[in-house]
């Protein structure tokens, strides 16, 4: 079966970030995926040391991650791109991680600027060879287009759905 691995890049208790993975791997499930959600604000991970292996729960989600065939890569907008908690996260993960894997992409603006922030993850991801899947989510204002941790714009709901189908189909293609 194919899996598909969401990462949620937010400390936030009610977060629009962990909602719009949630929503996109709930699209991967009902097109057939095994879904998991890694919850950065929920985990015990100690800030990266290159010196230092298997710090904190790092080992357990890493292993996570290197098993799945695809993964959504959520993250809040922080100071123009991705949060720390995402980074201190990705900077455990390196190419026997991503390699062969489907990646989508998804920020969450309180704001309206979103797109710096795509473009940094999209290029830490090539990195260590994720395969990035072209569709990507941005949201703008995040804060008005959720409510009780789903999303009341439709077209903005669909996006995320597509993006989870993607991941999901692409996933499927590089398992053959």
């Given at each position: 079966m194919t899996t598909i691995v969401g990462v949620s890049g937010s400390r936030r208790a009610e977060s629009y970030t962990r909602a719009a993975v949630s929503c996109a791997l709930d699209a991967a499930a009902a097109a057939g995926a095994e879904t998991d959600l890694i919850d950065l604000g929920a985990v015990d991970l100690p800030l990266y040391h290159p010196d230092r292996d298997d710090q904190g729960e790092s080992a357990a989600l890493r292993r996570r991650v290197r098993e799945a065939d695809g993964v959504v890569v959520g993250t809040p907008v922080y100071h123009g791109s991705y949060s720390s908690t995402f980074k201190n996260f990705h900077d455990y993960c390196g190419r026997d991680d991503y390699e062969d894997t489907a990646v989508g992409l998804v920020a969450t603006a309180g704001g309206g600027s979103y797109g710096a922030t795509l473009e940094h993850v999209?290029?830490?991801?090539?990195?260590?060879?994720?395969?990035?899947?072209?569709?990507?989510?941005?949201?703008?204002?995040?804060?008005?287009?959720?409510?009780?941790?789903?999303?009341?714009?439709?077209?903005?709901?669909?996006?995320?759905?597509?993006?989870?189908?993607?991941?999901?189909?692409?996933?499927?293609?590089?398992?053959?």
């Open positions: 999209r290029a830490t991801m090539r990195n260590v060879h994720a395969w990035v899947v072209p569709h990507q989510v941005g949201i703008r204002g995040a804060s008005g287009v959720f409510a009780d941790g789903a999303f009341t714009d439709d077209a903005l709901r669909d996006r995320t759905e597509t993006l989870g189908l993607e991941v999901y189909e692409h996933a499927e293609r590089l398992r053959r």
